[in-house]
């Protein structure tokens, strides 16, 4: 690790090929991978993983894997890498986020697309963190990219066959989400995805016709 550490390539080729321990890990849980991934060293990486004994799935004490660190570091080349060792990109830190929510919160359009290129991309996983102040988890990275006003993000989504009509904690979804932050646009483009289902409700029996029920009567109080 130290090796790593300073970025001494020839120093780390010459521990693995003498069979030194690829997955050792220290007290905060880190590891080569994960240290290569977070000093940016592309090289390291790439030859850390060639080893065949280099375990891509190994998580910190915050459970946190080498591919999320490369994602909230906006390391394409790295999360490329990672993606061609077939390393696992639907692994959930304790908070139940993972890489393609990551690259979501990041605004990182050219991340999210690289990892829906990938054939065992999940799109039904979700997180346990409140997204909204009402929101007790359960969102997908569709939600999140509407939260955050991502069109683009929530478009790429779609096409890439999200579930839309996923539900969260408390039964809310991507349809009624945009709703409740005014976005027309976003309503707009997810009212034309063929799969959506505008006729859903929450767990309090709240559904989309009460949404346009409040902006009515704000309109008429103006």
């Known amino acids: 690790m130290l090796e790593v550490t300073h970025d001494r390539e020839d120093m780390v080729q010459a521990l693995l090929s003498c069979q030194a321990d690829v997955n050792l890990q220290d007290?905060?849980?880190?590891?080569?991978?994960?240290?290569?991934?977070?000093?940016?060293?592309?090289?390291?990486?790439?030859?850390?993983?060639?080893?065949?004994?280099?375990?891509s799935s190994l998580t910190d004490k915050g459970g946190q894997t080498?591919?999320?660190l490369g994602v909230t570091h906006d390391q394409e080349d790295m999360v490329q890498a990672l993606l061609s060792c077939q390393a696992d990109f639907k692994l959930q830190d304790h908070e139940g986020l993972w890489a393609l929510m990551l690259?979501?919160?990041?605004?990182?359009?050219?991340?999210?697309?690289?990892?829906?290129?990938?054939?065992?991309?999940?799109s039904s996983l979700t997180d346990k963190t409140r997204l909204m102040d009402s929101s007790?988890?359960?969102?997908?990275?569709?939600?999140?990219?509407?939260?955050?006003?991502?069109?683009?993000?929530?478009?790429?989504?779609?096409?890439?066959?999200?579930?839309?009509n996923l539900q969260d904690h408390?039964?809310?979804?991507?349809?009624?989400?945009?709703?409740?932050?005014?976005?027309a646009d976003l309503v707009r483009l997810l009212l034309a995805h063929q799969a959506c289902d505008s006729s859903l409700t929450d767990k309090y029996?709240?559904?989309?016709?009460?949404?346009?029920?409040?902006d009515d009567n704000d309109d008429k109080e103006n």
């Open 27 to 55: 007290h905060d849980g880190l590891w080569a991978l994960r240290l290569a991934c977070h000093h940016g060293n592309g090289g390291l990486v790439r030859l850390l993983l060639a080893h065949p004994a280099c375990d």
């Open 66 to 68: 080498a591919q999320m």
């Open 103 to 122: 690259a979501c919160h990041h605004g990182n359009a050219n991340l999210v697309c690289l990892l829906l290129t990938h054939p065992a991309w999940y």
């Open 136 to 164: 007790q988890g359960g969102h997908t990275a569709l939600m999140l990219g509407i939260n955050q006003d991502q069109e683009d993000m929530v478009h790429v989504l779609l096409s890439c066959q999200a579930e839309v």
């Open 170 to 183: 408390n039964g809310l979804w991507a349809l009624m989400l945009a709703c409740h932050l005014g976005n």
């Open 205 to 214: 029996g709240e559904h989309i016709d009460n949404d346009n029920d409040d």
